[in-house]
């Protein structure tokens, strides 16, 4: 009898382990990304991380409802490096295994991205840029947009506003490989590649549907204006 209430206990208590491993699991696969991974690529002067919050999703993005796990991403901002003038703001969370059972090293973490932006000067306007990017992205994975895919790489996203919130001539911002940060990214929970934003004036929107994308790209970072993104730059296309 003592043996079989044993394996009973133990079968009750199956369910409660896994959790728990589960956990463990992800809370490792989030302190590596963020105290290892990030520092690593980034420098270590970072202002932590500024998480989103819910006026994001209920007002910005007009949404009923919100996943509350949601409020958990964030952006950090590191300061520039001797190696690098810019500052940088990234993205953590989109990386999230939260659906996987279990650990997939090889398999894509989450949305199997994190976002990167950079400016020449630290910047509120950046950082609330990328959060809304993030958000952008969380909601087209949930489904908030029929017909609408993840975001990816050379997709072109209209802000309807200048970048700055000021005076600036970008108006939309074009999703580009991460040259500087390239490759895929390890983490315990599976991997996952940066992707970064640029921003982009209407004419330069306009050129890159006629032209594509990478092209457009290809073009900017020969006129500096990639990828570091300053919002008082001149136009590369002129009428």
Not at 28 to 34: D, I, K, L, M
Not at 47 to 55: C, K, N, R, S
Not at 159 to 169: C, E, M, T
């Amino acid at each position: 009898m003592i043996v079989a209430d044993v394996l009973i206990a133990n079968h009750l208590l199956e369910p409660f382990m896994a959790s728990e491993k589960w956990q463990r699991q992800f809370e490792e696969a989030w302190e590596f990304r963020e105290e290892k991974l990030y520092p690593g690529h980034f420098g270590p002067k970072q202002q932590g991380i500024y998480v989103l919050d819910a006026d994001l999703f209920t007002n910005v993005f007009q949404q009923d409802s919100f996943d509350p796990r949601w409020l958990t991403h964030g952006v950090f901002e590191f300061e520039p490096t001797e190696k690098r003038p810019s500052w940088v703001y990234v993205s953590s969370g989109l990386s999230n295994a939260w659906e996987a059972d279990s650990p997939e090293p090889n398999a894509p973490s989450g949305l199997g991205c994190e976002f990167v932006f950079q400016s020449p000067t630290q910047s509120r306007w950046a950082l609330l840029l990328l959060q809304r990017m993030v958000a952008f992205q969380l909601l087209l994975a949930a489904g908030r947009f029929s017909g609408r895919g993840l975001l990816g790489i050379w997709d072109r996203i209209p802000l309807r506003s200048p970048i700055d919130g000021k005076d600036s001539q970008l108006t939309w911002v074009l999703l580009t490989p991460a040259s500087e940060f390239t490759g895929v990214q390890q983490l315990p929970s599976g991997q996952f590649q940066f992707a970064q934003f640029v921003g982009i004036t209407e004419k330069e929107a306009e050129y890159a549907r006629a032209a594509g994308s990478e092209k457009l790209f290809r073009l900017l970072v020969t006129h500096k204006a990639a990828p570091i993104t300053d919002p008082s730059r001149e136009a590369v296309l002129h009428e």
